[in-house]
C-alpha cells in the first residue's frame, strides 16, 4: 500500500472535498471546472450515470441537484466575495479542500496558503501550478487543524491573517475542537487578524436553504433529508456535529466561543451572495425565497479578545514523533512518542502492515504520546479489530490528556485496559 492510499484509510473524510470543486464546475465557476479537468476528476454524478437507475429516482435526484449545488456554490462564492472586501490579509484557507480559491486569488495577487490533509495537498499542488504556473504568493500545505506547529511553520510572512473556515469543524469532537480553537486563537495573537466561520450557519439553516430551491416540495425536502441523514450515518465512521458548536443552544456556543479567549462579530452572509446564483438557473421562481434565507445566515467573524491567554501546549507537545516497534513470539510491540495525528498516523499504520498477518496480540506503550487526533484513533481501532482474540490487545501508559481523549470518544472502553 503507497502512501497516497494509507493516508485515504487514515482519514477517509477526504474524499467528501472532491463534491466542491465538482458542484462548483457544475454550477458554471470556470476555474472550478479547469481544476477539475487538472485533477482528474469525473463531473458530479458520473458514477451514478454509469449504473441503472429507476426513472423515477433518476427525476428526483436532478430535481435535489439544484438545491444540493446551492449549498456548496453560495458558501463558497459568499466567502470569496468577503475575502476581496479585506486586501490587507494573507488567506489562510482552512482546509482548502480541492476548491479554486487560490485559482482565483492568484490573478488579484492576493497571498494565499491552502492547508488541508496530505491526501488533498499531494493532489492540489501539481494541479494548480497547471493552471497559474509558478507563484509566490499561493501555496498549498499539508497540515493537521489540531497540530498547531503544522499550521505555524508556513506562516513565515509578515501581515494579519484572514482564517477561513468551511466544513470543517463539524469533523471534531470536542476535546479536538477546543484545541483547533486554541490553536487559531494563537495564530492570530501572533500575527493579528481574524477568524471567519460558515459552519454555524450552515448546521441551522441548510434545510431551509433546500426546502426554498425545493419550491417547499415536501417529498423532495423529505428525500433531502433521508439522504443526508444515511451519508452523515456512514460517511469515514465519523459522527457529526459532535460537540458544542453545533448545540442547538445559540447562548452555550457563544460562551464556549469566549471562554477560548473570541470576540465574535456577526456578518450577514446575504449580503455577500452574487448576483446570480448559477444553481438556481433551472428554477429561477426560488431564487428570491433562497436569498431571504441567506438574509438569516451570518458569517462568524471571531477576533482575539483583549487580554485573552494563549491555552497552554500539553506536556512533551513538542516531542517529535517517533515509533518503535518489533514483533515476537506473535505480538506486535510498540511505542509511540508525541502527536499521533493525520500526518503522522499513517506510519504507524505502515509499521503495523509490515509485520505482515501473523500478529496475534497488539501491545501499545503510549507514555510519551503527548495527543491523539481521531485519525490517529482510527488506526487503533483497526488495529484492534484485525485481531482475533480482542484481549490480545494493551494499550498503557496514557497520560491524562490522551486518557480524557479517549474518555471523551467513548475508545477507552475497549482501547484502555483498567
Given at each position: 500500500m503507497d502512501n497516497q492510499?494509507?493516508?485515504?484509510?487514515?482519514?477517509?473524510?477526504?474524499n467528501t472535498a472532491k463534491s466542491c470543486v465538482q458542484l462548483d464546475a457544475a454550477a458554471g465557476d470556470a476555474d472550478a471546472q479547469r481544476l477539475l479537468d487538472a485533477l482528474g476528476f469525473e463531473p458530479f454524478g458520473?458514477?451514478?450515470?454509469?449504473?441503472?437507475?429507476?426513472?423515477?429516482l433518476h427525476e428526483q435526484v436532478k430535481r435535489l441537484f439544484p438545491a444540493y449545488t446551492i449549498l456548496i456554490e453560495s458558501r463558497f462564492q459568499a466567502m470569496n466575495r468577503l475575502i476581496e472586501q479585506m486586501e490587507d490579509r494573507r488567506i489562510v484557507d482552512l482546509p482548502c479542500g480541492y476548491t479554486s480559491r487560490g485559482i482565483r486569488m492568484s490573478r488579484q495577487g492576493r497571498t494565499y496558503l491552502g492547508f488541508d490533509l496530505p491526501a488533498?495537498?499531494?493532489?492540489?499542488?501539481?494541479?494548480?501550478?497547471?493552471?497559474?504556473?509558478k507563484s509566490e504568493s499561493v501555496s498549498y500545505h499539508a497540515v493537521d487543524a489540531t497540530n498547531y506547529e503544522s499550521m505555524a511553520a508556513p506562516l513565515t510572512g509578515n501581515g494579519p491573517l484572514l482564517v477561513?473556515?468551511?466544513?470543517?469543524?463539524?469533523?471534531?469532537?470536542?476535546?479536538?475542537?477546543?484545541?483547533?480553537?486554541?490553536n487559531i486563537h494563537r495564530l492570530l495573537q501572533k500575527h493579528g487578524g481574524s477568524w471567519v466561520i460558515t459552519d454555524r450557519a450552515y448546521f441551522l439553516h441548510d434545510r431551509e436553504i433546500v426546502a426554498a430551491a425545493l419550491n417547499n416540495d415536501p417529498q423532495l425536502t423529505a428525500m433531502y433529508a433521508a439522504v443526508t441523514n444515511r451519508a452523515a450515518a456512514t460517511t469515514a465512521d465519523v459522527k457529526f456535529n459532535d460537540?458544542?458548536?453545533?448545540?442547538?443552544?445559540d447562548a452555550k456556543v457563544?460562551?464556549?466561543?469566549?471562554?477560548?479567549?473570541?470576540?465574535?462579530?456577526?456578518?450577514?452572509?446575504?449580503?455577500?451572495?452574487?448576483?446570480?446564483?448559477?444553481?438556481?438557473?433551472?428554477?429561477?421562481?426560488?431564487?428570491?425565497?433562497?436569498?431571504?434565507?441567506f438574509r438569516k445566515?451570518?458569517?462568524?467573524?471571531?477576533?482575539?479578545?483583549?487580554?485573552?491567554?494563549?491555552?497552554?501546549?500539553?506536556?512533551?507537545?513538542?516531542?517529535?514523533?517517533?515509533?518503535?516497534?518489533?514483533?515476537?513470539?506473535?505480538?506486535f510491540e510498540v511505542s509511540i512518542q508525541g502527536r499521533m495525528d493525520t500526518i503522522t498516523a499513517p506510519e504507524l499504520l505502515k509499521r503495523f502492515q509490515e509485520a505482515g498477518s501473523g500478529v496475534r496480540a497488539i501491545h501499545i506503550d503510549v507514555r510519551r504520546m503527548s495527543y491523539v487526533s481521531s485519525a490517529g484513533l482510527r488506526v487503533l481501532l483497526m488495529m484492534y479489530k484485525s485481531l482475533k482474540d480482542k484481549d490480545g490487545f494493551e494499550m498503557t501508559g496514557a497520560s491524562?490528556?490522551?486518557?480524557?481523549?479517549?474518555?471523551?470518544?467513548?475508545?477507552?472502553?475497549?482501547?484502555?485496559?483498567g
Open positions: 492510499e494509507l493516508r485515504e484509510l487514515v482519514n477517509p473524510v477526504f458520473a458514477q451514478m450515470s454509469k449504473k441503472p437507475v429507476p426513472k423515477e488533498v495537498i499531494d493532489a492540489m499542488v501539481p494541479a494548480v501550478a497547471g493552471i497559474i504556473g477561513t473556515t468551511e466544513g470543517l469543524l463539524m469533523y471534531f469532537v470536542q476535546s479536538e475542537l477546543e484545541t483547533v480553537f486554541a460537540s458544542v458548536f453545533f448545540d442547538p443552544d457563544r460562551a464556549f466561543i469566549g471562554r477560548m479567549g473570541f470576540e465574535l462579530n456577526e456578518i450577514c452572509m446575504g449580503d455577500y451572495l452574487p448576483d446570480e446564483i448559477g444553481s438556481l438557473r433551472q428554477s429561477p421562481e426560488a431564487e428570491p425565497a433562497v436569498r431571504e434565507v445566515m451570518m458569517f462568524w467573524e471571531l477576533t482575539v479578545a483583549e487580554q485573552s491567554a494563549a491555552k497552554p501546549a500539553p506536556v512533551d507537545a513538542n516531542l517529535p514523533f517517533k515509533v518503535e516497534c518489533s514483533v515476537k513470539d506473535g505480538a491524562d490528556a490522551v486518557r480524557e481523549i479517549l474518555e471523551t470518544t467513548g475508545f477507552d472502553q475497549f482501547l484502555l485496559k
